[in-house]
């Protein structure tokens, strides 16, 4: 009996413990809400993200529901209409975020004709309202050839500029959206020109040398990087790098500024291939003391091959289409660094290397047959290709001809170049007498041309 009655007493007891975990759980639910409101849908507004729901000390994020397409044209006519109606900057506030992410929104709000008020924004003098109307047009214009377009012919460039001509000192916020505004519009073609010669080019110019003196070499804001790309975008079309030319010290600034921050110093060689492309460029490149001091040691110093590609573009160019420019980097023993980059470099700045150092190997040929052709016994004294202090006399008699002239240059050239990579590698002085070595220098230089 005494068993009988542990074990129904144990029985209730667990009954009873089961009963009152079940009976707490019910009333904690009650008390917090979550069981009346977890079928509860709440609209949001675009710009709610996310809402946070505090539940028994843990935390919930409940992410707001997307429109339905009948929702969002029911916005995006809204919006529109508090543009038409008196409530622009709500109307702007609100186009701002519908087009931010949504291709859709953006073409159904230029089709209901959200652009026209907002470029009429920027002629207000409230900066609380010219700030709104500048995004909404960034982002009006994501992605939309056809809404560039018709936001350029709306007469944005000029407000904009007036914006920044104005006497008071110009907003940095002001200036940036700006900025973010003329990178998107000069992606389009058919804007390149209108930009170009509205007078933007001045001003990106002198905002990117206040931007980057003031910066003093440190990290890349982004800012500079949207300004540095629109004028990439710019630099595109031949005219427009006439302009860029014409400003004073422009194309120095540029070179003196590569070699400090990898990502601006990137940003400016993709605006050096563009402005190289024509005569304009190239002599105002030309004319820039130590140019292609500068340019080697991207070659040699920097490790970006980006910037090693872009910079031997510029070289390869220069050097193809001027025979004073050929001259002039023979005379910085650049031979050496291109030949290095030939062997460790990229495979497109590898490529460029090696038609640079063709077209050098070329000039100096016709160097050396001009200076055998008064004997045969002249001496040749002219410096090899980069050697630098281990530069060598050619007094040899046997050089009688042009080829193999050059041939006794050049081979003589990469035996000096490849110390100084032996060198720069930290190697043992001992590899510099292998038979290994010697080999590998003659067999480079047997070959009748460089590889392309």
């Not at 002001?174 to 209108?194: D, H, Y």
Request: with cysteine; aromatic share 4%.
């Amino acid at each position: 009996m005494k068993n009988n009655h542990r074990h129904t007493t144990t029985t209730t007891s667990g009954n009873f413990n089961l009963w009152s975990s079940c009976r707490r759980k019910i009333i904690n639910t009650m008390r917090c809400g979550c069981g009346a409101s977890r079928n509860r849908k709440t609209i949001k507004s675009p710009e709610c993200r996310s809402d946070t729901v505090k539940c028994n000390g843990s935390r919930k994020t409940v992410k707001s529901p997307e429109y339905s397409p009948e929702e969002k044209i029911t916005a995006v006519e809204e919006a529109v209409k508090r543009l038409r109606g008196g409530r622009v900057l709500l109307g702007a506030k609100e186009v701002r975020e519908l087009a931010k992410a949504d291709s859709e929104a953006r073409t159904k709000l230029a089709l209901l004709g959200a652009i026209p008020p907002l470029v009429a924004m920027l002629e207000t003098e409230d900066l609380e309202s010219q700030i709104p109307a500048l995004y909404a047009l960034l982002n009006i214009g994501i992605g939309n050839d056809e809404n560039k377009s018709a936001i350029v012919e709306a007469g944005v460039v000029h407000k904009m500029l007036k914006l920044i001509e104005s006497p008071s000192s110009p907003n940095p916020d002001l200036t940036a959206v700006i900025i973010a505004n003329f990178l998107g519009l000069s992606a389009l073609a058919s804007n390149k020109s209108i930009i170009g010669s509205s007078g933007a080019i001045s001003f990106l110019i002198k905002t990117l040398k206040s931007l980057i003196e003031a910066n003093a070499g440190g990290t890349s804001s982004q800012v500079i990087q949207d300004c540095l790309r629109a004028l990439y975008n710019l630099s595109i079309l031949a005219t427009n790098v006439l302009l860029m030319v014409e400003v004073n010290g422009f194309v120095p600034f540029l070179l003196t500024t590569v070699g400090g921050n990898t990502e601006i110093s990137d940003r400016i060689l993709s605006i050096l291939t563009n402005v190289v492309s024509t005569p304009v460029g190239r002599h105002a490149i030309s004319s820039v003391d130590d140019v292609f001091t500068i340019l080697v040691d991207v070659l040699s110093w920097m490790d970006s091959p980006s910037c090693q590609e872009k910079a031997s573009y510029v070289l390869m160019v220069m050097a193809y289409k001027s025979s004073e420019d050929q001259q002039a980097m023979i005379e910085v023993g650049i031979m050496s660094s291109l030949l290095e980059l030939t062997l460790l470099g990229s495979a497109l700045a590898q490529k460029r290397s090696s038609r640079t150092l063709e077209i050098l190997r070329d000039k100096k040929g016709k160097q050396v047959s001009k200076n055998s052709g008064g004997g045969g016994g002249a001496t040749l004294s002219a410096p090899l290709y980069g050697s630098g202090d281990d530069t060598e006399s050619l007094d040899s008699p046997s050089v009688f001809s042009s080829k193999n002239a050059v041939k006794l240059l050049v081979e003589q050239s990469l035996h000096n170049n490849m110390r100084k990579i032996v060198k720069r590698a930290n190697l043992r002085q001992e590899f510099l007498s292998t038979e290994r070595y010697k080999s590998s220098v003659a067999s480079f230089s047997s070959s009748k041309s460089l590889p392309f």
